[in-house]
T-cell receptor
Framework: GAGVSQSPSNKVTEKGKDVELRCDPISGHTALYWYRQSLGQGLEFLIYFQGNSAPDKSGLPSDRFSAERTGGSVSTLTIQRTQQEDSAVYLC??????????????FGEGSWLTVV | DAKTTQPPSMDCAEGRAANLPCNHSTISGNEYVYWYRQIHSQGPQYIIHGLKNNETNEMASLIITEDRKSSTLILPHATLRDTAVYYCGRGSNYKLTFGKGTLLTVNP
């Protein structure tokens, strides 16, 4: 597709279960980002990929969170042993090169995660 | 990002210009100013970005003060569809960090 694609769009899971969120960036974009947006909050940076490597994981809130990217394309964000405070919208974004330095970062529609 | 501050909400009359301020007094020389907006339940939509000079595109204008400590996003003729949360952000190297956003309500 033309934009950043995320799946699932909505996920309800029980506390303690693991979840995987998928992101398909815009074709040809080398940089990929995950952000989180909790209810009524702003956009919180989680992790950045350049190609398949993640130079900055500083935003991951705990060791229950991990992410990988394969083939320089699709990325998966995994949350283990989910907690209710993990409920949020998880946004993926991509840019042609490094975003922020005058390059535009494009966001997907997000994956809405609810932990019950 | 505590270093980027925006008013929590603003109102604007339909057809009028909407001027959304952002304070980024600690911005460094290589950080760009970015603006995005988010309509309920959708992903953030890119609007415009700039470094030092004022910028204009089909959506908006961005005015950056000479000292770069603040900026203003201008929607020249606001419509009801412009009602959204507008996020001001700073970007350098690879990372964008955002303020808490301004809820702009355009009233008929």
């Amino acid at each position: 597709g033309a934009g950043v694609s995320q799946s699932p769009s909505n996920k309800v899971t029980e506390k303690g279960k693991d979840v995987e969120l998928r992101c398909d960036p815009i074709s040809g974009h080398t940089a990929l980002y995950w952000y989180r947006q909790s209810l009524g909050q702003g956009l919180e940076f989680l992790i950045y990929f350049q190609g398949n490597s993640a130079p900055d994981k500083s935003g991951l809130p705990s060791d229950r969170f991990s992410a990988e990217r394969t083939g320089g394309s699709v990325s998966t964000l995994t949350i283990q042993r989910t907690q209710q405070e993990d409920s949020a919208v998880y946004l993926c974004a991509s840019s042609l090169r490094q975003g922020g330095s005058g390059n535009t970062i494009y966001f997907g529609e997000g994956s809405w995660l609810t932990v019950v | 990002d505590a270093k980027t501050t925006q008013p929590p909400s603003m109102d604007c009359a339909e057809g009028r210009a909407a001027n959304l301020p952002c304070n980024h007094s600690t911005i460094s020389g290589n950080e760009y100013v970015y603006w995005y907006r988010q309509i309920h339940s959708q992903g953030p939509q890119y609007i415009i970005h700039g470094l030092k000079n004022n910028e204009t595109n089909e959506m908006a204008s961005l005015i950056i003060t000479e000292d770069r400590k603040s900026s203003t996003l201008i929607l020249p003729h606001a419509t009801l569809r412009d009602t959204a949360v507008y996020y001001c952000g700073r970007g350098s190297n690879y990372k964008l960090t955002f303020g808490k956003g301004t809820l702009l309500t355009v009233n008929p």
